[in-house]
């Protein structure tokens, strides 16, 4: 595996790479040691190291900050999620910035009706976010639900307030995933 790091403003980026596939995303390190120590860990191997630009990481503090950004054809390293669970990924991954979709349509557009409590357990896993949009998982009375295990949690409205004021970006997403 491989640590890309970049610095953004005040705080560092990170991705874990496993054979040129996005494996892992962390947007908010306090400093380059501390994203190579978090990152080392996720990864529970031997690693190597780069800073530079990296276009995974330029997409993800584009969508962090709420700036504009083209999101390349990524390549997604599933190991570690079910084939259902994967599906949910990838079916997520097709939502438009900006728009919001709800545990059980997420479900149902997957492939498997019925399952919202199943979504909302992969969506605790995914480790890609935000390329991969958990935060445009809502309740389907309308309400946020939770983000990053907790519920209300500021962030998840910053990121869709951020993509509404700037909705012009689905022109720059690339639908295809791997």
Same mark, same amino acid.
């Given at each position: 595996m491989?640590? /890309?790091?970049?610095?953004?403003?005040?705080?560092?980026?990170?991705?874990?790479?496993?054979?040129?596939?996005?494996?892992?995303?962390?947007?908010?390190?306090?400093?380059k040691?501390?994203a190579?120590?978090?990152?080392? %860990?996720?990864?529970?191997?031997?690693?190597? /190291?780069?800073? %530079?630009?990296?276009?995974?990481?330029?997409? #993800?503090?584009?969508?962090?900050n709420?700036?504009?950004?083209?999101?390349?054809?990524?390549?997604?390293?599933?190991?570690?999620?079910?084939?259902?669970?994967?599906?949910?990924?990838?079916?997520?991954?097709?939502?438009?910035?900006?728009?919001? @979709?709800?545990?059980g349509?997420?479900?149902?557009?997957?492939?498997?009706?019925?399952?919202?409590?199943?979504?909302?357990?992969?969506?605790?896993?995914?480790?890609?976010?935000? /390329? @991969?949009?958990?935060?445009? /998982? @809502? #309740?389907?009375?309308?309400k #946020?639900g939770?983000?990053?295990?907790?519920?209300?949690?500021p962030?998840? %409205?910053?990121?869709?307030?951020?993509?509404?004021?700037t909705k012009?970006?689905? %022109?720059?997403?690339?639908?295809?995933?791997?």
């Amino acid at each position: 595996m491989k640590i /890309v790091v970049s610095k953004n403003e005040d705080k560092w980026a990170g991705i874990l790479l496993n054979k040129e596939k996005l494996y892992y995303t962390h947007s908010s390190f306090e400093n380059k040691k501390d994203a190579v120590s978090y990152l080392s %860990k996720i990864a529970g191997e031997d690693v190597s /190291v780069e800073e %530079k630009e990296h276009p995974y990481i330029k997409a #993800l503090i584009g969508i962090d900050n709420g700036t504009d950004y083209d999101l390349p054809n990524i390549e997604f390293d599933f190991t570690g999620f079910t084939e259902k669970e994967a599906k949910v990924l990838q079916t997520l991954f097709e939502v438009p910035v900006g728009d919001t @979709i709800s545990y059980g349509e997420l479900a149902k557009k997957a492939g498997f009706p019925g399952a919202a409590q199943f979504v909302g357990n992969v969506m605790m896993k995914n480790r890609f976010g935000p /390329v @991969i949009p958990c935060h445009r /998982v @809502i #309740l389907s009375n309308g309400k #946020l639900g939770k983000f990053a295990g907790q519920a209300n949690n500021p962030r998840k %409205k910053q990121l869709l307030d951020q993509e509404k004021r700037t909705k012009g970006l689905d %022109k720059f997403i690339s639908s295809n995933i791997h």
